[in-house]
């Protein structure tokens, strides 16, 4: 394949970045050339460029894929597109498309791409012969018709593009003075991703050997730190990231300015993108994810006034294309390197929701001019746009969080406003809610919008947004608020009639479920099915203080509920939570779910084990163990730690024959991170989970569980410590604990 490293290639492959040019990169740092004091903020008063979206495309051996790509560009009504081209495309799929291309209004990104052996080999002559031919040929074919030719591609990664310092510059060279000669626009050096570092050094030597580029290129990928808007973690870990504030505003604001002090103005982002395996390490919903992070992601740049264009990677990809070519595949070499070609056919091809984000975002934004960010950089965004006579606003939350609408606009604003989704469609009710998927606000532009003031935290609720059904509906009256999932307004009133407090059926010796801290029981539902409540009934003094300033456990029922369901991990599906305002008992709330159905426990099943048995319900021990192995591993890799991981919050329903189907119950403990779960709190859960299940039992599941990590383990002594700990902790509060000397207290009082 074109561009992947051979197997007889040197596993030692020099970087770029050599030592002078690192030093040369230090000077600049040390000058103050990092510092951008507000930069995470966007400034108004620019005009986002008309054509500011683009996309990356390339061809499939079927020419009918041409008349495909062709008509689904116009479809989105984009402006521009970047297309890869090196040594085996000049008589391919790839040059047919391209002159198909050209034969249009589109502009063309002509992008160059050695493979990565003739990279690798720049320092002989004739690989710099062969180079120069390709310049050659290919400005004298194509260089009157395209907008700009991008030399070199992801320099930064040796690995994948095959450069060292002497080859990378002399690549550089070389094209540069042909694609200059003939006075055609050029563009580079393309570093990918956030390296001010590459950006100061290369620019700095290219200016000294008046080689600069007309366009600065750099892929500005944030995938890695998961939501756009977020500070980056990656530079000096998550306690600086707040500090520090560099977001994706601010990073094209740092690198358009490092190239502009050079002499380059223009800052383009050839090729980015959010990949749904890594969306899926996480969430759920990936498609959906990915459609949500490329609208927030490409409005943020335009409202940087930074970048003058924006491109989306691969427009058709099984792993991150606007477009799924329905094969499944991802070639050896990464896409953002060399997008090669379509491996699906035309007939798999489907059209997936980030399309719609795009064709929205570009019929929104583009050719508007910005006013400015009415929020920002506080887990909630509000930008505002002009264009023509319309004024644009883009609101939403970061990831699992949902704002009322009314707590920022005022209901005559509301009532006067056109609302659309991110995808572009309408509303059939009002929205009442801003989330994590854009959401599109527009008036006449004589309207004038103020936002009500905000001081404090914003109240934010937690809501699974992409759920398939039902809808979030906020309550707050007679003291009382909360949230109920409903299909419709009228749905919603009929659940708070019957499930309010002031309303609910009261639990029963035949209906309670259990009773102790928190009562729980079961009452009939709307339909005729039975649901859960739970309520707080009793609290010590030492946890009412402890828990003063925290949500209420109804409240905390809720969240976890939400943040599972948006992690795929099963769980009793919440429908409402209700809590007295202002409650210093803290026990005035209410949580609702539905029951589970299910067969067993997980505490049955290993107290089965724990007491001999070689099987339970018809499945052997070996495979429970592994079973919940698998379960709980997935469980901590999408970042849950759940924290009272007993084996009655486990329950598990048969399904098949032997397979087990677990879900979570009394959730309200469990906390919840943007990464996996770190491996001592991983231990802590498995350590609950296993206090009742014997050594032998706990050897094998403990074992698995260590060797299906990425990174696999042994159950050592370092991992077995935690578990007598805990036992031992156990052991203790039993005998000498508060409900130990209760059972004394009671046993003297019973011989009295």
């Keep these: ?9 040197p596993k030692k492959i020099n970087a770029v970045m050599n030592g002078s040019l690192l030093l040369t990169a230090l000077k600049y740092v040390a000058k103050g050339g990092l510092s951008l004091r507000g930069g995470h903020i966007p400034q108004p008063g620019h005009t986002v460029p008309d054509d500011f979206a683009g996309v990356g495309v390339t061809a499939s051996a079927d020419p009918a894929v041409d008349d495909f790509i062709i008509n689904k560009l116009a479809e989105l009504n984009i402006r521009n597109v970047r297309i890869d081209y090196s040594y085996d495309d000049e008589h391919g799929p790839v040059a047919r498309l391209l002159e198909r291309l050209l034969d249009t209004d589109l502009q063309v990104m002509l992008h160059l791409v050695q493979p990565f052996e003739a990279a690798y080999a720049m320092k002989n002559p004739e690989a710099q012969q062969r180079w120069q031919d390709f310049v050659v040929a290919t400005c004298n074919r194509f260089g009157d018709k395209v907008h700009a030719i991008e030399v070199c591609s992801t320099i930064n990664r040796r690995r994948w593009a095959g450069y060292d310092t002497e080859g990378f510059f002399t690549a550089w060279q070389i094209a540069h003075d042909e694609i200059k000669t003939r006075q055609i626009t050029l563009a580079g050096p393309n570093i990918s991703d956030f390296e001010p570092f590459y950006t100061m050094a290369v620019f700095d030597r290219l200016r000294k050997a008046e080689q600069l580029p007309d366009i600065h290129t750099n892929n500005l990928f944030c995938e890695r730190v998961t939501e756009p808007e977020r500070f980056d973690h990656r530079i000096l870990g998550f306690k600086w990231a707040t500090r520090l504030k560099v977001n994706l505003v601010k990073k094209a604001q740092m690198l358009q300015r490092i190239a502009a002090k050079q002499g380059v103005l223009d800052l383009v982002s050839p090729a980015a993108f959010w990949t749904l395996p890594r969306i899926e390490r996480l969430l759920v919903n990936s498609e959906e994810k990915q459609a949500d992070y490329l609208s927030r992601y490409m409005v943020l740049l335009a409202a940087s006034g930074a970048m003058r264009q924006a491109f989306w990677g691969p427009f058709l990809c099984w792993r991150e294309g606007l477009i799924d070519d329905g094969s499944g595949r991802y070639p050896k070499l990464e896409r953002i390197t060399h997008y090669q070609s379509i491996l699906g056919q035309l007939e798999n091809f489907r059209v997936r ?65 056109a609302f659309e989704s991110r995808d572009g469609d309408t509303f059939e009710e009002m929205p009442l809610f801003i989330n994590e998927s854009p959401l599109f606000l527009s008036w006449s532009s004589q309207v004038s919008i103020n936002l009500k003031s905000v001081s404090g935290a914003l109240p934010l609720e937690s809501i699974y947004a992409h759920r398939s059904e039902g809808h979030y509906y906020p309550h707050n009256k007679d003291g009382w608020k909360g949230m109920i999932v409903a299909d419709s307004a009228e749905h919603a009133a009929q659940l ?176 919840f991170y943007n990464h996996s779960t770190p491996l001592n709190q991983r231990i802590s859960d498995l350590t609950r989970i296993c206090h009742k299940l014997h050594w032998q039992g706990r050897e094998f599941l403990v074992e698995h569980y260590l060797q299906s990590m990425l990174k696999r383990k042994h159950f050592t002594l370092r991992y077995r410590v935690p578990f007598y700990l805990y036992d031992f902790k156990v052991n203790f509060k039993r005998r000498y604990g508060r409900k130990a000397i209760k059972r004394l207290w009671r046993k003297l009082n019973n011989k009295d």
């Design 496 to 671: 708070v009639a019957k499930f309010h407090p002031d309303n609910l059926a009261q639990a029963t010796e035949l209906n309670t479920l259990r009773k102790a801290r928190n009562i729980i029981w079961t009452v009939m539902g709307l339909d005729g099915n039975t649901v859960v409540a739970k309520k707080p009934i009793k609290m010590h003094p030492h946890k009412r203080l402890l828990d003063k300033f925290k949500p209420c456990k109804a409240r905390r029922s809720w969240i976890a509920g939400a943040e599972l369901s948006r992690r795929g991990i099963p769980t009793a599906q919440p429908i409402a939570y209700f809590e007295k305002q202002n409650d210093p008992s803290l026990l005035q709330n209410l949580f609702i779910c539905e029951q589970v159905d299910h067969d067993f426990s997980a505490r049955e099943m290993i107290v089965a084990f724990h007491d001999g048995a070689d099987a339970y319900e018809g499945i052997k021990a070996d495979s429970a163990y592994r079973q919940l192995s698998a379960f709980l591993l997935n469980m901590h890799e999408h970042g849950v730690f759940f924290r009272d991981l007993a084996g009655g919050n486990i329950l598990i329903k048969k399904v098949g024959g032997d397979t087990l189907q677990f879900t979570l119950i009394d959730i309200n403990r469990a906390r």
């Design 353 to 417: 929701p980030a399309f719609a984000a795009m064709k929205q975002f570009i019929a929104q934004i583009p050719g508007s001019v910005y006013l400015g960010a009415l929020l920002t950089s506080n887990n909630v965004e509000v930008h505002a746009f002009i264009k023509d006579d319309r004024l644009i606003h883009v609101a939403w939350t970061i990831n699992g969080k949902a704002l009322k609408l009314a707590e920022l606009y005022h209901d005559e604003d509301m009532q006067r406003a």
């Design 1 to 9: 394949m074109t561009g992947q490293p051979q197997s007889n290639t």
